[in-house]
């Protein structure tokens, strides 16, 4: 079995940082501790540089298609761009599309197999409830898929009504299942985008002025209260509103067993980047907010009442109609410039995975507003737990995974598309100055990443069967 010893390097974990060498054996960590050695193991010199936990990113979509084309990541780039940025594990979504949840979760671990870089795992997509999904849904879990997604917008596309939600939840609830909510008003974005249209408003803008920050408010709280009625554990994604972190905060007080994710662009960006000319690259569902709503999300994650930073990585070309060279060969991928007349036609989503643990360490480490042990619950440790992966993920622990970044803190760059490795012909952080960068990466002992450079291979990725996740 191939041994690596990480020596001189600083441990990072949810609760402590200290010094000791870190000895891998195969695929496992095997042995914490100062002064181990190992005579023959590969000797990794980690002096100057912390070691984290590859970080968990609970929120992707990769190859998902959408308006006609398909997010320009595949299971094999998405995982590249993450691992670059020092996540190592990713959960996708599988669709409902033809076919049994089983069919489809057949079908999409097929897909993604072929290609996967890093581990992954999967949310089974709820988007049309009848008796027969009621039955799938109780032996989920036992295809290692143990969360779903429901959906409260999207209107005649993905939305379920209360009631089928409601059902969905109490069968989660029953058998070791966590519901994820998209949470927002469908009716009123449907009246709102209609007048719009009608109006001849088509501009980007238009796509936060028709999906009100209140229809999150009255969702999310709707989507804690079904919960609680259905007895059941609720998990808000991509949550952007101050108000929306106040249900959260409310149900938790109410003895909810209600969790929830916020994501970087929402700490970073305001509504007003879709004033720019090149507004589209923000289009994502839901829409940036507002500062005070960033404030909120701060508070909410520095205080706990906010679990998790995903990603919601959903990328598109800004102009797909000129290629990239993407691994010496030129691909375009059509992209925003569908929606350049229309703001519905604009495919929602946009890039992140690689972006999280780098602009979120910058912003938020190096400012003092979160300490490394609490970045590393946020985005490795608590993604785990709340998905069934924890300890074989996101911990430094004797016999999890070999998942580790090796991070140096010191390390000041200029961000940007060269740098990130999404598939994508942008990155929202263009020309931002960072101080903090992983320059190793390993899964499950092997090496991903060294100094900017790729040593991962399409089908390295294995598929991650998960347990039933933790109420934290
Ligand atoms: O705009 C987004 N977020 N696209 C992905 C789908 C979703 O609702 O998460
Ligand atoms: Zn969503
Ligand atoms: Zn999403």
């Given at each position: 079995?191939?041994?690596?010893?990480?020596?001189?390097?600083?441990?990072?974990?949810?609760?402590?940082?200290?010094?000791?060498?870190?000895?891998?054996?195969?695929?496992?960590?095997?042995?914490?501790?100062?002064?181990?050695?190992?005579?023959?193991?590969?000797?990794?010199?980690?002096?100057?540089?912390?070691?984290?936990?590859?970080?968990?990113?609970?929120?992707?979509?990769?190859?998902?298609?959408?308006?006609?084309?398909?997010?320009?990541?595949?299971?094999?780039?998405?995982?590249?761009?993450?691992?670059?940025?020092?996540?190592?594990?990713?959960?996708?979504?599988?669709?409902?599309?033809?076919?049994?949840?089983?069919?489809?979760?057949?079908?999409?671990?097929?897909?993604?197999?072929?290609?996967?870089?890093?581990?992954?795992?999967?949310?089974?997509?709820?988007?049309?409830?009848?008796?027969?999904?009621?039955?799938?849904?109780?032996?989920?879990?036992?295809?290692?898929?143990?969360?779903?997604?429901?959906?409260?917008?999207?209107?005649?596309?993905?939305?379920?009504?209360?009631?089928?939600?409601?059902?969905?939840?109490?069968?989660?609830?029953?058998h070791n299942l966590l519901t994820m909510v998209h949470a927002e008003n469908?009716?009123?974005?449907?009246?709102?985008?209609?007048?719009?249209?009608?109006?001849?408003?088509?501009?980007?803008?238009?796509?936060?002025?028709?999906?009100?920050?209140?229809?999150?408010?009255?969702?999310?709280?709707?989507?804690?209260?079904?919960?609680?009625?259905?007895?059941?554990?609720?998990?808000?994604?991509?949550?952007?509103?101050?108000?929306?972190?106040?249900?959260?905060?409310?149900?938790?007080?109410?003895?909810?067993?209600?969790?929830?994710?916020?994501?970087?662009?929402?700490?970073?960006?305001?509504?007003?980047?879709?004033?720019?000319?090149?507004?589209?690259?923000?289009?994502?569902?839901?829409?940036?907010?507002?500062?005070?709503?960033?404030?909120?999300?701060?508070?909410?994650?520095?205080?706990?009442?906010?679990?998790?930073?995903?990603?919601?990585?959903?990328?598109?070309?800004?102009?797909?109609?000129?290629?990239?060279?993407?691994?010496?060969?030129?691909?375009?991928?059509?992209?925003?410039?569908?929606?350049?007349?229309?703001?519905?036609?604009?495919?929602?989503?946009?890039?992140?995975?690689?972006?999280?643990?780098?602009?979120?360490?910058?912003?938020?480490?190096?400012?003092?507003?979160?300490?490394?042990?609490?970045?590393?619950?946020?985005?490795?440790?608590?993604?785990?737990?709340?998905?069934?992966?924890?300890?074989?993920?996101?911990?430094?622990?004797?016999?999890?995974?070999?998942?580790?970044?090796?991070?140096?803190?010191?390390?000041?760059?200029?961000?940007?598309?060269?740098?990130?490795?999404?598939?994508?012909?942008?990155?929202?952080?263009?020309?931002?100055?960072?101080?903090?960068?992983?320059?190793?990466?390993?899964?499950?002992?092997?090496?991903?990443?060294?100094?900017?450079?790729?040593?991962?291979?399409?089908?390295?990725?294995?598929?991650?069967?998960?347990?039933?996740?933790?109420?934290?």
């Open positions: 079995m191939t041994q690596k010893l990480i020596k001189n390097g600083t441990i990072v974990t949810s609760d402590k940082t200290y010094k000791a060498n870190l000895l891998i054996e195969g695929e496992k960590i095997s042995q914490i501790g100062e002064g181990i050695t190992a005579d023959g193991a590969e000797i990794i010199d980690a002096q100057g540089l912390l070691v984290l936990p590859g970080g968990v990113d609970p929120h992707v979509h990769l190859d998902l298609p959408m308006f006609g084309t398909v997010s320009s990541d595949d299971h094999y780039t998405g995982g590249k761009a993450a691992a670059f940025g020092g996540t190592t594990t990713l959960i996708d979504f599988v669709s409902q599309d033809q076919g049994s949840l089983e069919e489809n979760i057949i079908r999409w671990r097929a897909h993604a197999e072929q290609k996967a870089s890093v581990d992954f795992g999967f949310h089974m997509n709820i988007t049309r409830f009848n008796g027969q999904v009621a039955e799938e849904l109780t032996t989920l879990a036992s295809l290692g898929v143990t969360s779903v997604k429901v959906f409260t917008a999207y209107n005649n596309r993905l939305r379920l009504p209360d009631g089928e939600i409601f059902k969905v939840m109490r069968i989660a609830g029953r469908g009716d009123i974005i449907d009246v709102l985008v209609d007048e719009a249209l009608m109006a001849q408003k088509t501009t980007p803008i238009w796509h936060a002025r028709t999906r009100p920050g209140w229809g999150e408010v009255e969702a999310s709280l709707r989507a804690v209260a079904i919960g609680a009625q259905a007895e059941a554990p609720v998990y808000l994604v991509h949550m952007n509103v101050a108000g929306e972190v106040d249900q959260l905060a409310y149900g938790r007080h109410k003895g909810v067993s209600v969790m929830g994710e916020t994501c970087p662009q929402y700490l970073f960006f305001t509504y007003r980047e879709y004033e720019r000319p090149d507004g589209a690259k923000w289009v994502c569902s839901p829409p940036m907010r507002d500062l005070e709503d960033q404030v909120r999300l701060w508070q909410g994650l520095e205080d706990g009442t906010i679990q998790v930073l995903a990603t919601d990585h959903c990328p598109f070309y800004f102009d797909g109609s000129k290629p990239i060279i993407y691994e010496g060969k030129p691909i375009a991928i059509p992209g925003k410039e569908l929606g350049k007349d229309d703001f519905t036609k604009i495919p929602n989503g946009l890039p992140g995975v690689g972006d999280r643990l780098p602009i979120f360490w910058n912003s938020a480490v190096n400012t003092g507003r979160i300490t490394p042990n609490q970045f590393v619950k946020i985005t490795a440790e608590n993604p785990a737990r709340v998905f069934g992966l924890y300890p074989q993920k996101g911990s430094l622990t004797v016999g999890a995974d070999a998942d580790i970044a090796l991070w140096d803190p010191e390390l000041e760059l200029e961000y940007g598309v060269k740098v990130a490795q999404h598939r994508t012909d942008h990155n929202l952080y263009e020309s931002t100055t960072l101080t903090g960068f992983p320059v190793q990466v390993y899964q499950r002992g092997n090496l991903l990443v060294k100094n900017r450079e790729w040593y991962g291979k399409p089908g390295m990725g294995k598929f991650l069967p998960r347990a039933a996740g933790e109420i934290i």
